[in-house]
């Protein structure tokens, strides 16, 4: 299996909490980018502390409660299906500071990290404040849920996304990449993806390459997996009868989203 690509864990961490994934420096190529996904039982709670970190909690599916010092935002998430294709709520607590998310209702949530030293505001980023856009054109078409893009100052380093794309389409297409810290032409992300499929049988392909060949992995991603990007393009193909959703978080030096596309496939974005 390709070192990219991670399964499920389902590792119980206390009653009632269940850690899905847990990519971190320790265990990945990953330096900017931290993920995790927990699955909480209702009344469960999961505490955490951070250290030089900052964490944006999205609630994926269900109803939680967060709390960060004299901070209290009850009852927030929108949906039981991330296929529901609404936003969805999600809470932003900056580094040296401890949050507690307690389920009110069987809930997934994404943890997403990256590093920061300057403290700003715990902030609710409510549903209704995601930034909505529908992105492509022929069998390129994707819809997009902006949470924190880099238009948005809540976060220092943080740039979180959820993207939907129906089959038949590729999405984060021309491959792309944003690997150089060559600005104003390229910024230096890492990135991770958190998968799920509808029907959840499904499956999706995705390619992480970089121009020398150097790394040059095809996996095919099932209902739960994470791919992470260190590096490369990193197109996702959607075959025929099934909807796929990601949470894509990016981190780097320098938080703007400046891509390169693939000069060879660049192309089609010009086509008549």
């Known amino acids: 299996m390709s070192k990219l690509l991670r399964k499920p864990m389902q590792e119980t961490i206390s009653e009632g909490v269940t850690l899905v994934h847990d990519v971190n420096k320790k265990n990945s ?33 269900g109803k939680i409660n967060v709390k960060e010092g004299n901070e209290s935002f009850e009852n927030i998430g929108t949906r039981e299906s991330v296929f529901e294709k609404k936003p969805t709520d999600s809470v932003y607590v900056s580094n040296d500071r401890t949050y507690e998310v307690e389920a009110v209702t069987k809930a997934r949530v994404a943890l997403c990290y990256s590093p920061s030293e300057k403290q700003l505001p715990t902030k609710l980023i409510k549903a209704e404040d995601n930034g909505i856009e529908d992105r492509g054109k022929y069998s390129n078409k994707r819809h997009v849920h902006n949470i924190l893009p880099d238009s948005d100052p809540s976060a220092n380093s943080l740039l979180v996304v959820e993207v939907f794309t129906e089959g038949g389409n590729f999405s984060s297409y021309p491959p792309h990449k944003h690997d150089q810290d060559n600005l104003p032409e390229e910024s230096f992300l890492e990135e991770s993806y958190y998968h799920e499929m509808d029907p959840p049988q499904g499956f ?56 390169h596309n693939d000069p060879d496939h660049e192309w089609i974005l010009d086509r008549k």
Not at 35 to 42: A, G, H, R, S, T
Not at 219 to 247: A, F, Q, R
Request: glycine share 8%.
């Open 29 to 61: 190529d990953l330096r900017y980018v931290g993920f995790k996904v927990i699955d909480v039982e209702p009344g469960a709670k999961y505490e955490e502390t951070l250290e030089k970190e900052e964490c944006c909690i999205v609630a994926l599916t």
């Open 204 to 259: 999706v392909f995705q390619r992480v390459y970089t121009d020398d060949r150097s790394l040059d992995e095809t996996m095919t991603v099932e209902n739960g997996d994470v791919v992470e990007v260190p590096v490369g393009y990193h197109p996702v193909g959607v075959p025929d009868g099934y909807t796929s959703y990601y949470l894509n978080v990016m981190a780097g030096p320098t938080r703007i989203w400046k891509f």
